[in-house]
């Protein structure tokens, strides 16, 4: 025991050599991880007749923010779309974090009597869809989501794949101990969920709150499919359209002079740079906020049966 004790305070104290070299490994992948993201932007400033003169430098020979001008042409309806797909992910995060969360805890608790049904059931959505034609009609028909926010947040709110993932994790990270302490001290099924399970789970809800919000922020298809109101565009599906806007002038450029005068004065390459910027930016900010939801839930005490 006392060469094993030995071991483990060996292998915790690195040396500084060794701590300095791991540094900057983790350095240098960090600087390919962001380099990408790092060159669109500078792309993206790049001055269009420079770019496709020079082609694509670290440090181009004109900057320009033309392509930021020509995005931001739209004026109130980015703004709006901006707003309309902040409030879809914050509120379709909210609504599938508690959904999500309350069927997989009931689904790992060994005392609930359905729970093999329940996750069979969950799984079978895995294996089999219904498709997009009574997919579209359920919810345009039936449930009369179409033009609504709703449309945009409801049919992504359940994923049966991250409902396993929680529920694997409150069968692994929760100790049945606790369960059964609370219940002894005359706690319901909601309070030790909210006053236990919880606090013990946030490393599990913050991964899927991080997919959820990356699945909202990045949808586009609900709304191609149920949105026709212009002022209920999210984000995406706005820069779709305007992407798609310019492959028109691109394809029917050669039979009208003033579609290829319109085509020349157009920032393509840049203005596509702009849109992964403009789409990207704001997202990156939710990796922090869950960031420390993970280094928390890490610090959480358990139980030792």
């Given at each position: 025991m006392v060469q094993a004790a030995a071991k483990k305070r060996d292998f915790h104290n690195i040396s500084r050599g060794w701590n300095i070299i791991l540094n900057i490994i983790a350095g240098l992948f960090a600087c390919i991880c962001v380099f990408p993201f790092l060159f669109v932007v500078i792309i993206s400033l790049t001055d269009e007749k420079v770019l496709a003169r020079d082609g694509y430098r670290l440090i181009p020979a004109e900057w320009s923010f033309a392509a930021y001008e020509f995005v931001w042409q739209s004026g109130d309806a980015l703004l709006r779309a901006y707003g309309v797909t902040i409030l879809v992910t914050v509120l379709g995060t909210?609504?599938?974090l508690m959904l999500m969360s309350l069927y997989a805890?009931?689904?790992?608790?060994?005392?609930?009597?359905?729970?093999?049904?329940?996750?069979?059931?969950?799984?079978?959505?895995?294996?089999?869809?219904?498709?997009?034609?009574?997919?579209?009609?359920?919810?345009?028909?039936?449930?009369?989501?179409?033009?609504?926010?709703?449309?945009?947040i409801l049919p992504l709110a359940m994923n049966a794949f991250y409902i396993m993932i929680l529920r694997t994790f409150y069968s692994t990270s929760v100790p049945d101990a606790l369960i059964e302490s609370g219940k002894i001290d005359g706690a319901g099924e909601?309070?030790?969920?909210?006053?236990?399970?919880?606090?013990?789970?946030?490393?599990?809800?913050?991964?899927?709150?991080?997919?959820?919000?990356?699945?909202?922020?990045?949808?586009?298809?609900n709304a191609l499919l149920y949105i026709d109101n212009p002022k209920l565009v999210p984000l995406q599906s706005m820069l779709m359209r305007i992407e798609?806007?310019?492959?028109?002038?691109?394809?029917?450029s050669a039979g009208s002079a003033m579609s290829l005068q319109a085509l020349q004065s157009i920032p393509q390459d840049t203005s596509r740079m702009a849109m992964v910027v403009l789409a990207t930016?704001?997202?990156?900010?939710?990796?922090?906020?869950?960031?420390?939801?993970?280094?928390?839930?890490?610090?959480?005490g358990a139980v030792k049966e």
């Open positions: 909210i609504i599938s805890y009931a689904i790992s608790r060994k005392s609930f009597r359905y729970r093999r049904f329940f996750s069979v059931f969950a799984i079978l959505t895995m294996l089999f869809n219904g498709g997009m034609i009574p997919t579209y009609m359920v919810v345009s028909q039936l449930l009369g989501l179409k033009d609504t926010l709703w449309a945009l909601f309070y030790i969920f909210l006053k236990i399970v919880v606090p013990l789970s946030l490393p599990g809800l913050a991964t899927i709150g991080l997919f959820s919000t990356l699945g909202y922020w990045n949808d586009w298809f798609s806007s310019i492959q028109f002038l691109q394809q029917n930016l704001p997202i990156i900010f939710a990796y922090p906020f869950f960031q420390r939801y993970f280094v928390q839930g890490l610090t959480v």
